[in-house]
């Protein structure tokens, strides 16, 4: 293990002093103990609100990212904490090896700066090609930290589904995703603090010197003008004019950005879990068991990877048989972008469906005409492929996060998310699943021979499919033999 730098986040003297720690403090002291939350279901107001903590930090900025692309949103965003260390701030960036393809070098070079760290989580030792590492270390290189975090001085914290990249954040022509961040002030943020610090101590976070070779001036200023060339695009500066058109900067600029003001817990893998070494009660999956306890009336589950193996079947089965309204919402198979997750999944739902489970597919839709930012309120904003990681328990609670109720997310990759006590949200969730949810989805059905039927309320005139649709009888007949691979556990 190469020689780390010790470094924790701000104390909170430190962080109250801060532009956004004074700014903040008055709406704290009239909801004490309760943190105020901001739901970002659009993808350009989920990139403005980074954007915006990047500006307004002064001493630090703590990022933690499964997915980090060099395209267009990613490069902005890598420029800007280039920008915020060039002014002071300590920036410390924490990525997941296996989300980092083509940016080996922008981070090296980064990591030069002497106000900017970076750390790979899992690091490839051998960089290319890479995915032969987990042929030579599988045990460990299939083991991903999966979390995603951006806090600035240690005051605001947006934690959800989404990754760094255009598809993400609505920057792109092809496969967008459906996703949910929120925006946190308040008691929790210290809390996501001290996870990113735990995580940045962690015996698989490297330094990036440590693992990518370093880059010369040359490569540098190359590094550089590739940047700049993608920042002053004609893309790049529309998309940056829609992201200050977004209601989000409009609400934040007024002082009128809504917040929701509840007790909120966050939940969080161990992250020894990346070295197979988390004991069980460190697992996120268990926390979730212990602060949600036994749902009472009503589960509604959004879940783009949606694995629930033998035992959650069962588990869910007995929910509905003791009268809990149990809905899921997952992709269709037109819709995903993993068929082998959906393999995984199809296997069971005749089995959910025989036991009251009401399953919805979500279609694949892509927005009308040049407006990317339609809603899925509050699941996220429209688009090709759903992503978002939520549900709401009895009416009551919600959750948001980076899980998915897959065997990975349960077992092998690291995971973070916020159990919510919010009646609105989770209120918002169930009247989701009441009314845009069968529109912009198949609902699955058995026919009076027990055969899977999807059907679409949301077009005109209605229609039901008798085959997965989307599907051609060769990729049936693949999806068959993927669900019969002794492999769910990967899943």
Same mark, same amino acid.
């Not at 509050?378 to 980076?402: C, M, N, Q, W, Y």
């Given at each position: 293990?190469?020689?780390?730098?010790?470094?924790?986040?701000?104390?909170?003297?430190?962080?109250?002093?801060?532009?956004?720690? $004074?700014?903040?403090?008055?709406?704290?002291?009239?909801?004490?103990? *309760?943190?105020?939350?901001?739901?970002?279901?659009?993808?350009? /107001?989920? !990139?403005?609100?980074?954007?915006?903590?990047?500006?307004?930090? /002064?001493?630090?900025?703590?990022?933690?990212?499964?997915?980090?692309?060099?395209?267009?949103?990613?490069?902005?965003?890598?420029?800007?904490?280039?920008?915020?260390?060039? @002014?002071?701030?300590? %920036?410390?960036?924490?990525?997941?090896?296996?989300?980092?393809?083509? *940016?080996?070098?922008?981070?090296?070079?980064?990591?030069?700066?002497?106000?900017?760290?970076?750390?790979? !989580?899992?690091?490839?030792?051998?960089?290319?090609?890479?995915? *032969?590492?987990?042929?030579?270390? !599988?045990?460990?290189?299939?083991?991903?930290?999966?979390?995603?975090?951006?806090?600035?001085?240690?005051?605001?914290?947006?934690?959800?589904?989404?990754?760094?990249?255009?598809?993400?954040?609505?920057?792109?022509?092809?496969?967008?995703?459906?996703?949910?961040d929120v925006l946190a002030i308040g008691p929790i943020v210290p809390e996501v603090s001290q996870d990113f610090d735990r995580y940045w101590a962690s015996a698989s976070a490297w330094p990036v010197q440590a693992i990518v070779p370093a880059v010369t001036e040359a490569e540098?200023?190359?590094?550089?003008?590739?940047?700049?060339?993608?920042?002053?695009? /004609?893309?790049?500066?529309?998309?940056?004019?829609?992201?200050?058109?977004?209601?989000?900067?409009?609400?934040?600029?007024? $002082?009128?950005?809504?917040?929701?003001?509840? @007790? %909120?817990?966050?939940?969080?893998?161990?992250?020894?879990?990346?070295?197979?070494?988390?004991?069980?009660?460190?697992?996120?999956?268990?926390?979730?068991?212990?602060?949600?306890?036994?749902?009472?009336?009503?589960?509604?589950?959004?879940s783009p990877y949606f694995v629930p193996t033998a035992a959650g079947t069962e588990a869910l089965a007995r929910l509905s048989r003791n009268g809990v309204a149990v809905r899921v919402m997952t992709n269709a198979y037109e819709a995903t972008d993993v068929p082998l997750v959906?393999?995984?999944?199809?296997?069971?739902?005749?089995?959910?469906?025989?036991?009251?489970?009401?399953?919805?597919?979500?279609?694949?839709?892509?927005?009308?005409?040049?407006?990317?930012?339609?809603?899925?309120?509050?699941?996220?904003?429209?688009?090709?492929?759903?992503?978002?990681?939520?549900?709401?328990?009895?009416?009551?609670?919600?959750?948001?996060?980076?899980?998915?109720?897959?065997?990975?997310?349960?077992?092998?990759?690291?995971?973070?998310? !916020? %159990?919510?006590?919010?009646?609105?949200?989770?209120?918002?969730?169930?009247?989701?699943?009441?009314?845009e949810v069968p529109q912009r989805s198949y609902t699955l059905q058995l026919s009076g021979r027990g055969d899977i039927e999807w059907h679409s309320t949301g077009s005109t005139p209605p229609t039901v499919d008798t085959v997965e649709p989307g599907s051609r009888w060769w990729?049936?007949?693949?999806?068959? *033999?993927?669900?019969?691979?002794?492999? /769910?556990?990967?899943?």
């Amino acid at each position: 293990m190469p020689d780390r730098p010790l470094s924790e986040a701000l104390d909170a003297q430190q962080a109250a002093q801060t532009r956004l720690g $004074q700014a903040i403090a008055p709406q704290l002291l009239q909801h004490p103990g *309760l943190s105020g939350l901001h739901t970002l279901p659009d993808p350009l /107001e989920a !990139f403005a609100a980074r954007m915006v903590l990047v500006h307004a930090a /002064e001493r630090s900025l703590d990022v933690q990212y499964y997915i980090w692309r060099g395209d267009q949103t990613g490069t902005l965003l890598l420029q800007a904490l280039g920008a915020a260390a060039e @002014r002071g701030v300590r %920036v410390r960036l924490l990525l997941d090896d296996g989300g980092t393809a083509g *940016l080996g070098g922008a981070l090296a070079a980064l990591a030069l700066h002497p106000r900017m760290e970076v750390r790979l !989580f899992n690091p490839f030792v051998l960089r290319w090609p890479k995915p *032969l590492g987990y042929i030579t270390d !599988f045990a460990r290189a299939n083991r991903r930290m999966h979390n995603k975090s951006f806090t600035a001085d240690k005051q605001a914290s947006i934690v959800g589904g989404r990754n760094v990249g255009d598809e993400y954040f609505g920057a792109t022509d092809g496969v967008l995703f459906t996703d949910l961040d929120v925006l946190a002030i308040g008691p929790i943020v210290p809390e996501v603090s001290q996870d990113f610090d735990r995580y940045w101590a962690s015996a698989s976070a490297w330094p990036v010197q440590a693992i990518v070779p370093a880059v010369t001036e040359a490569e540098r200023a190359q590094l550089e003008a590739d940047a700049a060339r993608i920042a002053a695009s /004609e893309a790049a500066r529309a998309y940056t004019e829609a992201v200050r058109q977004t209601p989000f900067i409009t609400d934040l600029l007024a $002082q009128r950005l809504a917040l929701q003001w509840s @007790r %909120v817990q966050m939940v969080s893998d161990d992250p020894a879990k990346g070295l197979g070494l988390a004991p069980r009660s460190g697992l996120l999956v268990d926390q979730l068991h212990r602060v949600l306890g036994t749902p009472q009336r009503s589960v509604s589950l959004v879940s783009p990877y949606f694995v629930p193996t033998a035992a959650g079947t069962e588990a869910l089965a007995r929910l509905s048989r003791n009268g809990v309204a149990v809905r899921v919402m997952t992709n269709a198979y037109e819709a995903t972008d993993v068929p082998l997750v959906h393999a995984g999944y199809a296997h069971y739902r005749k089995a959910l469906l025989h036991s009251g489970v009401a399953l919805y597919e979500m279609q694949r839709l892509a927005p009308s005409g040049k407006d990317k930012r339609h809603r899925l309120n509050p699941l996220g904003s429209s688009g090709s492929s759903l992503h978002a990681k939520t549900f709401a328990i009895d009416g009551e609670r919600a959750f948001v996060g980076s899980f998915n109720f897959d065997p990975r997310s349960a077992l092998l990759n690291t995971e973070l998310g !916020f %159990v919510i006590d919010s009646p609105l949200l989770a209120r918002q969730i169930e009247q989701a699943f009441d009314t845009e949810v069968p529109q912009r989805s198949y609902t699955l059905q058995l026919s009076g021979r027990g055969d899977i039927e999807w059907h679409s309320t949301g077009s005109t005139p209605p229609t039901v499919d008798t085959v997965e649709p989307g599907s051609r009888w060769w990729s049936r007949w693949g999806l068959q *033999l993927m669900s019969w691979l002794p492999i /769910e556990w990967l899943l």
